[in-house]
């Protein structure tokens, strides 16, 4: 219902932030990390939000980004999650972060996240790996280069096969925060890959998608 809300930041409290828009004040629920880094009382801000309806309850929950935004949504359609652990996460975990632990399956990330216990940790892994299909393209890498083409005490094919599985984690993380594959690949052919780490790459990706 509201895609984001732009104003005048009035209030920085615990919590939360009240943003006035036309003399009305929207009060933005957020992360702490949130908060510290919308700005300053009076300057003009813009928050991605998150609009809830319950029964007894109505609150709109703000981000600073897209891919913050994203990673909410994703939080609430894990069972067990709610709001507030899913504020927590994002005051602990970046979205490229967050999506690296689901793709590598590393329970001892999310963990470390206040409020996230092993068992916790194993169904957001389950529930969000289910969201997307990690393809295996080895044989194709293989059919283009030639076996016979070596590098000094490292094969081309060696090393495009460890570029690609890194692209692949890297494409698969940002799916995992919403992105569709095709519009990810498309971004990636504009990426060096070569020198970047799995993180750096989801980093970029994320950059690229956001402009």
Do not use: W
Request: with cysteine.
């Amino acid at each position: 219902m509201l895609a984001y809300i732009k104003g005048k930041l009035e209030m920085k409290m615990t919590g939360y932030v009240v943003i006035d828009v036309g003399g009305l004040g929207y009060k933005v629920f957020m992360s702490e990390a949130g908060i510290e880094n919308l700005g300053n009382i009076g300057d003009t801000v813009k928050v991605h939000t998150y609009y809830r309806v319950r029964e007894d309850d109505i609150s709109i929950y703000g981000f600073n980004t897209l891919e913050e935004l994203k990673m909410f949504e994703l939080l609430l359609g894990v069972s067990g999650v709610g709001a507030r652990t899913a504020l927590t996460m994002l005051a602990t975990c970046t979205p490229s972060e967050f999506a690296l632990a689901i793709v590598a399956e590393d329970v001892k990330a999310l963990t470390a996240i206040p409020g996230i216990g092993p068992k916790s940790a194993k169904r957001i892994i389950l529930e969000l790996k289910d969201k997307i299909k990690k393809e295996q393209e080895v044989e194709a890498i293989k059919d283009q280069i030639d076996n016979k083409q070596k590098a000094d005490g490292k094969s081309k094919l060696d090393e495009a096969i460890e570029i690609r599985g890194k692209v692949s984690e890297a494409i698969a993380a940002l799916q995992v925060l919403g992105y569709n594959k095709k519009e990810v690949e498309k971004v990636f052919e504009k990426i060096d890959a070569k020198e970047l780490s799995t993180e750096e790459l989801i980093k970029k990706g994320l950059s690229l998608l956001s402009r």
